[in-house]
């Protein structure tokens, strides 16, 4: 599928190619929230500051230095990697709302200090010199790729050993550790490689912005998208995130734009009807609704004489 994604390039307009590069990054974030949180339990609200460390490392190496763009495209991923590993050690100490409350400070006192640091441009952020970027195919190809990392990372996780453990700390901590779990190393195993994806979206922003401010690639915007988006189409599972970005972006987002009060009471109000009537997302709704038109269907093949005789039997 991502080597069909990534041929598709020279037959997408500018246009398609613009929104196709937006709809992947968000997929990203989204899939990189949705390991962090629904696989391992660790309710994030600072995606934030991990896109500033990734868009902002892209474009201070770019701009200071002479180095091409594929060693600012990793030094993002990087970036963000360095700052996870420096906050792990106050942030993993806290739990549930302690932790979502910390990651959000996190991101808010970073936008602050990216707008009083004059190196990065202070408020008015930084252009990013256009001759030496990626950009239309090039750039929707990089996106494909970071994307794929986020969903390789995400498949890993879900049907892995190690996604086993995450899943065995987020459901019963105590117990967990009990049974041998390091719940520190396996939180950390979870928030740095998120990290680092959500760096490298950050890094795919600033090529398609060019201009990168605090307002923009750090706003926590990007935070409560990368919340929504899992939530809508369902934390915990591999295709809700998908769900969730057409859902929010493409649904909501895209097709409001002229309308952005419209839809963000839409979007909350969406939110509640998630959380109130289907807790697990939109997918798991979507496919408990398949499974029960398909038992109906195959109902009336077996009959009630066969259903019958099957009680009997499981009696018998």
């Given at each position: 599928?991502?080597?069909?994604?990534?041929?598709?390039?020279?037959?997408?307009?500018?246009?398609?190619?613009?929104l196709?590069v937006?709809l992947?990054?968000?997929?990203?974030?989204?899939?990189?929230?949705?390991?962090?949180?629904?696989?391992s339990?660790?309710?994030?609200?600072?995606?934030?500051?991990?896109?500033?460390?990734?868009?902002?490392?892209?474009?201070?190496?770019l701009?200071?230095?002479?180095?091409?763009?594929?060693?600012?495209?990793?030094?993002?991923?990087v970036?963000?990697?360095l700052?996870?590993?420096?906050?792990?050690?106050?942030?993993?100490?806290?739990?549930?709302?302690?932790?979502?409350?910390?990651?959000?400070?996190?991101?808010?006192?970073?936008q602050?200090?990216?707008?009083?640091?004059?190196w990065?441009?202070?408020?008015?952020?930084?252009?990013?010199?256009?001759?030496?970027?990626?950009?239309?195919?090039?750039?929707?190809?990089?996106?494909?790729?970071?994307?794929?990392?986020?969903?390789?990372?995400?498949?890993?996780?879900?049907?892995?050993?190690?996604?086993?453990?995450?899943a065995a700390?987020?459901?019963?901590e105590?117990?967990?550790?009990?049974?041998?779990?390091?719940?520190?190393?396996?939180?950390?195993?979870?928030?740095?490689?998120?990290?680092?994806?959500?760096?490298?979206?950050?890094?795919?922003?600033?090529?398609?912005?060019?201009?990168?401010?605090?307002?923009?690639?750090?706003?926590?915007?990007?935070?409560?998208?990368?919340?929504?988006?899992?939530?809508?189409?369902?934390?915990?599972?591999?295709?809700?995130?998908?769900?969730?970005?057409?859902?929010v972006?493409?649904?909501?987002?895209?097709?409001?734009?002229?309308?952005?009060?419209?839809?963000?009471?839409?979007?909350?109000?969406?939110?509640?009807?998630?959380?109130?009537?289907?807790?697990?997302?939109?997918?798991?709704l979507?496919?408990?609704?398949?499974?029960?038109?398909?038992?109906?269907?195959?109902?009336?093949?077996?009959?009630?004489?066969?259903?019958?005789?099957?009680r009997?039997?499981e009696?018998?």
């Amino acid at each position: 599928m991502a080597i069909a994604a990534f041929a598709l390039a020279p037959a997408l307009s500018l246009g398609q190619l613009d929104l196709s590069v937006t709809l992947l990054t968000y997929l990203t974030i989204a899939q990189a929230w949705n390991v962090l949180a629904g696989f391992s339990g660790q309710i994030s609200l600072g995606a934030a500051a991990f896109m500033a460390a990734g868009g902002y490392t892209t474009a201070l190496i770019l701009v200071h230095t002479g180095l091409p763009w594929p060693v600012a495209f990793l030094g993002a991923g990087v970036g963000a990697a360095l700052l996870a590993l420096l906050l792990a050690v106050p942030l993993l100490r806290l739990r549930g709302d302690y932790f979502a409350v910390g990651t959000l400070a996190v991101s808010i006192a970073l936008q602050a200090l990216l707008s009083n640091w004059n190196w990065a441009g202070g408020a008015s952020g930084l252009t990013l010199p256009v001759d030496r970027i990626p950009s239309g195919g090039n750039l929707y190809q990089i996106a494909v790729v970071v994307a794929t990392l986020a969903m390789a990372l995400t498949l890993y996780v879900r049907h892995s050993a190690f996604g086993l453990r995450l899943a065995a700390v987020r459901d019963n901590e105590p117990a967990a550790a009990g049974l041998g779990v390091s719940v520190y190393r396996h939180r950390l195993a979870a928030l740095v490689p998120t990290s680092a994806v959500t760096g490298l979206a950050g890094a795919v922003i600033a090529f398609q912005f060019v201009v990168i401010s605090p307002d923009g690639v750090a706003s926590v915007n990007w935070s409560l998208n990368a919340v929504l988006m899992p939530v809508v189409g369902g934390a915990g599972t591999v295709l809700g995130p998908v769900v969730g970005v057409g859902v929010v972006y493409y649904g909501l987002t895209r097709l409001l734009q002229d309308q952005q009060t419209l839809s963000l009471v839409i979007e909350g109000i969406l939110l509640i009807a998630i959380v109130r009537f289907a807790p697990q997302g939109a997918w798991p709704l979507i496919c408990r609704a398949v499974r029960r038109l398909t038992t109906r269907r195959r109902a009336p093949a077996t009959g009630p004489d066969t259903n019958t005789g099957r009680r009997t039997l499981e009696h018998a």
